[in-house]
């Protein structure tokens, strides 16, 4: 099983950074794919970032060039580095967890971008 803690969500200005974290509770070095979904009210769930075992990365077209997915191994955390933000981003950012056959979610953590 894995538990998974996110943090860093907050309220910023359009063209602002910020970085989420996701701690899990086991070693990360041996989930194949940790993956950062958002979603916005009304919207469904979507994949913004997703990094693999092998060190493979996959973006969602409207966030390339602006968000980095980074694992740390030794510390067992996931980030995702969101810079140039846009009020589209708005939502609500899950980290996710798949390991051996089962997906694990985060609780989630609350991210708007406004002025």
């Known amino acids: 099983q894995v538990q998974l803690v996110e943090s860093g969500g907050g309220l910023v200005q359009p063209g602002g950074s910020l970085r989420l974290s996701c701690a899990a509770s086991?070693?990360?070095?041996?989930?194949?794919?940790m993956a950062w979904y958002r979603q916005a009210p009304g919207k469904q769930r979507e994949l913004v970032a997703a990094s693999t075992s092998a060190g493979d990365t996959n973006y969602k077209d409207s966030v390339k060039g602006r968000f980095t997915i980074s694992r740390d191994n030794v510390k067992n955390t996931v980030y995702l580095q969101m810079n140039s933000l846009e009020p589209e981003d708005t939502a609500v950012y899950y980290c996710n967890a798949f390991y051996l056959t089962t997906s694990y979610w985060g609780q989630g953590t609350q991210v708007t971008v406004s002025s």
């Open positions: 086991r070693s990360i070095f041996t989930i194949s794919v």
